[in-house]
């Protein structure tokens, strides 16, 4: 599986992105997928996952209620809409894929496949 992150740019507090991650390979469907982020000087960390199936997603506390992850089957592709943007969501994000819930979810280390990350930067 092959992950191309993309959406990411330079956008206001309190303004919205929609982050996109496209997938090649025809087993889209057999992977949980997830959005982690970096910010400058910190570790690596979880935002958002959806199962396989999309029928279920979880969320780090500090974007729940302003973040919304999908997925589009059809189009091999993933999304990260954020709302509400604050300084601290600037960070470079980072799509990824396991067949593992609790690595998505940022639970269990050793994910099997990373994108390249897209920068997020929210002025105040």
């Known amino acids: 599986v092959q992950l191309q992150a993309s959406g990411g740019g330079l956008v206001q507090a309190g303004g919205s992105l929609r982050l996109s991650c496209a997938a090649s390979?025809?087993?889209?469907?057999?992977?949980?997928m997830g959005w982690f982020r970096q910010a400058a000087g910190k570790e690596r960390e979880f935002v958002a996952a959806i199962s396989a199936s999309g029928g279920r997603t979880y969320y780090a506390d500090s974007v729940k209620g302003r973040f919304t992850i999908s997925k589009d089957p059809a189009k091999n592709t993933m999304y990260l809409q954020m709302n509400s943007l604050e300084p601290e969501d600037t960070a470079v994000y980072y799509c990824?894929?396991?067949?593992?819930?609790?690595?998505?979810?940022?639970?269990?280390?050793?994910?099997?496949?990373w994108g390249k990350g897209t920068q997020v930067t929210v002025s105040s």
């Open positions: 390979g025809r087993t889209f469907n057999s992977y949980h």
């Open positions: 990824a894929a396991d067949r593992s819930w609790g690595v998505v979810a940022g639970t269990t280390p050793g994910m099997d496949y």
